[in-house]
């Protein structure tokens, strides 16, 4: 589309300019891409906006463009304001910087092409209504969409390739470090390395994992709890759903997995699709490397443990384990 052609309703509404970036790191060191994008404020000026009637959209810096339509405020509110006929023309440096979702890039051309808003990036200017404008905005859409995919297949192979050598660092359970090698090794802290300990040593003492969480209740014991984006380590009272992620972690019996937990896709209520992460069994697991580091119990140890804590699990197969005691049969009979 021509400069030229652009119309007196289309400057009497809004120029949105779109400011977006992947993830909070990006937004903390690379700011010159943010910087970039902002001035795109002149470009809006020299197509003829005045600067009062330009607003920027910075709401979703540190969000990918693959979240989804309701994940992403400023892009939900700029999609609102071009639906209710207030904007005249969408800026942004990138086009991709708007979705990487050809569901929402079509449902956004949609609108724009029904209330006559224009869209503008780095390469040129763009009018949804006009055949030739329209198609070359689908070839965007589409080629921004694969770009992600490809992109993403690209790490995931090159993080499978490390891990199965046992060389892919990840984010690593209480009780362990990685060295300035690259290497897997025990936490210098002792008390640390003493706790984790003892939460096995419980376990064969007591056989349920809801025993061992009493039991470390009842003395007054804490555990080390690693979280939040530095890793750091805290204290504090031992849960069931911790103690079943340490005392199921094979990592404990020196053995380097990848793959134990993979992310799935499910639809909600409202049929829209939402990512679950589920443990996977055994035998699917992408790398499994026994020996890799020092470990905290040996590999019979921790099957052991693993048997015992399958067959606590109240199931058609198995008795499970003992429970209150009001019923000396039960989970051993079916009554009907």
Known sequence: MNPNEIGAHHRSRLALIYVRQSSPHQVLYHQESQRRQRSFQQRAADLGWPAERMIVIDEDLGQSATNRFQDRTGFQNMVAEAALGHVGIILSLELSRLCRSNQDWYH??????????????????????????????????????????????????????????????????????????????????????????????????WGTIHRVQSSMVEDGLQVPIVGGPQQRLRWGRPAYAYLRRILTHPIYAGVYCYGRRQVQQFLDADQRPVKRIREQPRQQWHVLIREHHEPYLSWERFERIQRQIESNRRSWSGPGAPREGRALLQGLILCG
Not at 167 to 180: A, I, K, Q, T
Request: aromatic share 8%; proline share 4%.
């Open 108 to 205: 956004l051309l949609d609108i724009c092409a029904v209330t006559e808003t224009l869209l503008a990036d780095e390469e040129g200017l763009y009018d949804p209504r006009a055949y030739n404008d329209r198609l070359l905005l689908g070839l965007k859409g589409t080629m921004s969409e694969a770009e992600i995919h490809i992109m993403k297949q690209r790490l995931i192979e090159a993080m499978r390739s490390k891990a199965k050598r046992g060389e892919f660092c990840f984010r690593l359970p209480p009780g362990y470090e990685w060295d300035e090698a690259g290497r897997m090794v025990k936490t210098p802290d002792e008390q640390v390395r003493s706790a984790i300990e003892l939460m096995f040593a419980r376990f064969e003492q």
